[in-house]
């Protein structure tokens, strides 16, 4: 009888530095040549090279560590249908929340300073935003950076229509054995280079769900990568094995990346296409051969538990909803000062950081706002967890199924 899941302390700590890393992420994006809702007065080209660090990889690793966490919360779910009922609660009220309150003021300031939008905000809300148009120079309504909550809800509906199906019981199996030691390292970064490089040159998201096929052809694999991952000890086995070189890997390749960038840096002219095809496989090598390391070093040297682990693992999805929100508007008021970039910065990390913290404290402790903001509503908890019924969880797992004798626990 194979055991319940326990819970990866190793997974909960790569999604809290994962979203730490989007927040600091999302801050530099003011100072970088790049496209954002605002922008300091005189970005810095170096920052784009600097951004490379994390921009191939930190996606991929969101989706994969959700996919994981997904497998956790179907195990405590009776059903498939209570599973996706839960997921959407948790995720469409925040995202309907977030599209309605928390994004309009980004799409007011990106208007006021990159389109010379002449009105406040309050006429802004009231006449333009839910005008459902582009008259005043960008889609409106729109989700901004909520759209990987809209992608993940696109992906927890897809892996449950697939739950239903009448999977064979050796489905995870299979798994298993297919990516099972340095097949997890090499098979999918000879994947993401097929499908993002050789078929598709994707070098950006369009962050429109209903036409982004190639980063979806990326996203949703990972998604479900992670999914039958918390399952899988012989995979993650091999993650802990192969992650130095992984390491390895993944410098080399963001050596080659930062190369290309600082010879061909944004405004200028772009690389020739044997060059930008170099640029696109190194992303790709990048990509998921850092997801292995960090996979590999969290269950090897952080599946342990620590105080503040779980306020912190609550407090990452309303930091998420709330921090670019933040960042854009401090950046508005603070880039008249004229007090340089680096004073600019280091004002938008802790107002970011103490704006976050203030809306998940307030939050958390006002009971119709916790839905909106992502959290559990307050109530009794479940008569049973998924540590007191595991022959029920197991039956109700359609990845897995029972066997004759037990299995390692490594989830």
């Keep these: 009888m194979a055991p319940a899941m326990r819970r990866h302390y190793g997974m909960d700590w790569l999604r809290i530095g994962a979203f730490a890393l989007l927040i600091l992420y999302h801050a530099a994006m003011v100072f970088t040549p790049w496209g954002f809702h605002v922008k ?19 996606l991929t690793l969101l989706f994969l560590v959700s996919g994981y966490a997904s497998r956790a919360l179907l195990a405590k779910s009776d059903g498939v249908g209570a599973f996706l009922s839960s997921r959407t609660a948790r995720l469409l009220i925040p995202l309907a929340f977030g599209i309605a309150v928390m994004v309009p003021p980004q799409s007011w300031v990106e208007l006021v300073t990159q389109h010379a939008y002449p009105h406040g905000f309050g006429y802004f809300l009231l006449h333009d935003y839910f005008a459902f148009d582009d008259a005043v120079g960008i889609g409106l309504p729109t989700w901004n950076h909520l759209w990987f909550v809209a992608y993940l809800f696109t992906y927890t509906a897809a892996l449950a229509l697939l739950l239903v199906l009448p999977w064979p019981a050796r489905t ?9 030691g ?6 999918p970064t000879l994947y993401l280079i097929l499908s993002q490089v ?121 930091f998420y909803l709330i921090h670019q ?16 970039a680096a004073g600019e910065f280091s004002v938008l990390v802790i ?9 998940y404290r307030i939050g958390r402790e006002i009971g ?36 004759n004798r037990p299995q390692p626990d490594l989830a």
Excluded: K
Aim: hydrophobic content about 50%; overall charge positive; charged content about 20%.
């Design 40 to 58: 300091t007065e005189r970005p810095i080209e170096w920052m784009s090279v600097a951004m490379l660090i994390t921009n191939p990889w930190r």
């Design 172 to 180: 995870q199996h299979w798994f298993d054995r297919a990516f099972g």
């Design 182 to 187: 340095w097949r997890a390292l090499v098979l």
């Design 198 to 318: 050789v078929i598709f040159h994707r070098w950006a998201d369009t962050q429109d769900l209903i036409h982004d096929g190639t980063a979806h052809l990326a996203f949703f694999p990972a998604f479900l990568f992670g999914f039958a991952l918390a399952r899988s000890p012989s995979v993650m086995a091999g993650f802990v094995r192969w992650w130095p070189v992984a390491a390895v890997l993944a410098a080399g390749s963001y050596a080659v990346g930062a190369g290309i960038e600082l010879a061909y840096p944004d405004g200028g002219p772009f690389p020739p296409p044997w060059i930008a095809d170099q640029m696109l496989v190194a992303h790709q090598i990048q990509s998921w051969t850092t997801v292995a390391a960090l996979v590999g070093i969290a269950e090897r040297y952080l599946n342990r538990d620590a105080p503040f682990r779980s306020m912190l693992t609550e407090a990452v999805f309303p």
């Design 325 to 340: 929100t933040i960042i854009v508007l401090v950046e508005y008021w603070v880039r008249p000062l004229g007090i340089g």
């Design 351 to 359: 107002a970011t950081v103490a704006g976050c913290w203030a809306f």
């Design 368 to 403: 119709w706002l916790r839905p909106l903001i992502g959290l559990r509503r307050l109530g009794p908890e479940p008569r049973a967890s998924g540590h007191d019924r595991p022959q029920e969880l197991d039956a109700r797992d359609p990845w897995r199924r029972r066997r």
